[in-house]
């Protein structure tokens, strides 16, 4: 298929094209309990193409590998006619020759599926504690780019996923749990930890009290839901944010106006141990370049699509799979002291990234006062960026969710804690 | 063998899928040599989508729903499993291919000990449908340069009419979807469309922030239903004024009045996920243990199934090849029964109801909701403002999270207008999180209005996973609930 599409694009009279051809082999286990659910076996490929006429914006489309050499041609012969309707200010494609040498080396997806199994059964159990269900995800994904100019790269890479239910029960009452992991291969030691740190949080949440009127306190995030308010300051940084007039980052100045808050420094990386996506060319065939996207608060330059980038006058960029913060000025055991309530469980936390509003129900809780720990459930959290990054603090120790690196722990200031007593 | 009917109308049946078939047929023969029961989902399903705005123009014949591929489920010694595939090949060889995978995953699982959650074997009786349902513009034939104009046009009014707007972006999609269900027994096919179109604007707020809002159509057939935006689109300027202008919320518990898009929000969260049976296997869902037991107050009656709207999820069939339904979840107020796939169906020892839906063909069965919908009642908005003596108006949902296991509530909600001695104040705040718990919000229903809207703009995932097209909706409810 490969080749008729290449032989139908040179013959097809567009004035540029992009293709991805993408090759995923997946293996999949669920259990209830222990027992096995389901397996599920997928072997796809897709191709997607993108045809240009005078460069200005294209139109993609899906070639399926069941396609005969003229139902292809007829296919690109529509995407061009329609791409000719996409008026768009012009850009170029990525020209650049890729010296990088293709990554090949192939992923054992089963013996990842394996490490899976193993580490999860390895997990002790206890009458209190135990796990619900899970599912096993696990890729080898075989990326192909093209286009053009000639720009060609291949890219093969493992994905995994780990999405387990935990239940934790106290005198006849029980709760659960959800944790999705998301990662390259199975690091068995951490999965483990990380779910055994599941139950250690549903135990708490058992003997929690509800969420009293608390006003005017710290918060504290050192979970996953910490990655959201991170991810507001690269998600800010996108061209395309800033060219769709949403970003109110500016280049070269302070992302916020800082009051004596913890300054943010990120940078874009290649590859990350364990990541998910550790491909070193973006989709469009750009070579992810490794520099600082924030430093000490202040907007180096934006990342990510070339067409968004050439229209803010960034002629050279890539679409970053990879990021890592710098950690902050505090240690975490500084940053946990005085009054603040530490939450460590919603139902779904979310900062948006267009006005950078705050919001989260939250599970499970710890509010120190006083002297004295509580923990507590219900009620919510809310509140802006707007108002919580400019004095924001954060530990100097770092932790890594998937394709990030953030500050373990986060102090926020001006966020509102609505009770239930 | 039943024969369940036929409906001729205007989208075709996909004719890849029409000559796959025999072969498909064959793979069912040859696979049921080796296994107890076999079926093979295919699935040939093209679109659109279009993404119009001030600064950037984007166009594609993809979309969360567009697809071509099969998948075939096998079963044996108390197992169900799956292979999935998009590369056409001979019969003998997809046998061998899938037989090889899955050989290769229960060597792994012999190895790791583990055991198989037996369950028994599916129902093959025989069974014929064929439907192709109601559309006048399939979206894979649209005139492209005609939907561009007109989004371009709204996205200019947009322009002058929205205080503030930075930028008006209309988005639109659509899919043609075909699928095929076949085993030794049955051939299901069905052919339909559905469209679904918003117009969104953002502008900053009065506190440096931004303000985002949107107002969208969605509906089975075909892009014909996207003329609708052009009505829907009036509405932005005032909302856009409210938000810009709006307040932040005082926390609190108040009278709410929901619209039927924050219904369906609540529709949706409350006993939609927490009534999809497959959480009843798991222990997952307390609704296990409410059955015939009070949920809500008398006012409230909720219905799920596909057929219950001509939405974007109005399927024939669903994934497993389970007729559609319409079930009835509550009954004024007493919970009556939830939804359920063909594999959960068969572990609870209950009928499935035709909730049985994939992301794609490479994706695993959940249960899943379908159309989600309070029924009407028989009371005037303005008579419940009038009853209310400070509360809030909510309108225009943003996002929520279910809670099946405790029934908590997470909403998060545009916008909300105060009411104070039964009057609306002209105060409007922004944006408002309602938390709590579902039986009291739902006990706490004393108003339903006679009218009911659907919608079904965006997709729902579970957990975080496996995105679908679903639609709910309902009328107007006067409840009470705690707003931050």
Redesign the interface.
Known sequence: MLETLKKSLAALGADGWELTENKTR???????R?????????????Y?VKVFKKLE?G????I???DTASEVEKKLSD?LS??S????PEYSLVSEKITLPDKTERVDI?KI??DF??AV?SVPETETEDI??YEIFVSEITRHTLNSNGVEYTAVYPAS?L?I?VNARREGH???L?R?FNSGSCDKEKVRADVLAAMRTGRDRLAAEPTPRVENIDVVLSTEDAVSVFEYFTMNSNVQAK????S?FEQGKPVCDWQGGDKITVRAVRELDNSSRNFPVDAEGSVIEERDIIKDGVLCDFWGQR??SQYLGIEKNSVISNFVFDGGSMSAEKLRSGDYIELVEF??F?VDS????V???I?LGYLHKDGETKIIT???V?G?M?EAAPTMKYSRETAQYNNIVIPAVVRLKNL?I?G?K | MAFYGVIILKAIFSQ?LASIAPELKRLVAILGESYDYVSVLSTDSKGISLTI?Q????????NIT?E??SVVRVYKNG??????????DSAEKLAE??KE??D???A??K??G?????TAKLDDSPAELFVEKDAEILPEECD??EF?RLFTELSDEGMKTIPGA??VMVRASGTHINKMFLTANRDLRQSYSYVEGLAAS?AP?K??????THVGVSGCGGMELLYGLREKITTLPGIMADLVASE?IV??EYDIITDPTVTGLIAHEAFGHGVEMDMF????ALGKDYIDKRVGSDKVTMHEGARCDESVTAFAFDDEGTLAGDVTEIDHGILKTGICDA?SALRLGIEPTGNGKRQSY?H?VYTRMTNTVFDSGDDKLEDMIKSIDHGYLLRGMQ?G???P??W???C?IERGYEIKDGALTGVCVS?V?M?GYVPDLLCGVTMATSDRVVEGNGACGK???EWVKVADGGPYLKTKA???
């Open positions: 997946r293996w999949e286990f669920y259990f209830i222990h027992a096995l659910d389901q397996n599920r076996a997928a072997d796809t490929v897709n997607n914006g139109l993609l489309g899906e399926n590998p069941t995407l329609r791409a309707l996409v008026k768009n089963q599926a394996r199994i193993e059964a619900n269900s996923m999405e239910v029980e709760i659960e959800y999705q060219y769709r007039r949403i109110p067409q968004f139902s779904d979310q267009m006005g950078g509003d919001a989260g129900e599970r219900g009620g919510s809310s802006s707007l509102r609505t239930v | 890849y705005s600064r950037a123009k984007n166009v594609t014949t993809q567009t071509r591929g197992l169900y499993s799956e292979y999935a595939f998009n590369s056409f291919k899938a995978a899955l290769s995953q229960l792994l699982l190895a790791t583990s055991k198989v959650y037996d492209v340069g561009i930075l930028d953002y707020g506190d440096g922030d931004m303000k985002f932040k926390p609190g296997v798991k222990n997952r594999l490479d695993k996002s999270m279910e809670d296991k405790h908590g509530i997470q998060i944006p999180v938390t957990g975080y996973k705690r707003l931050g």
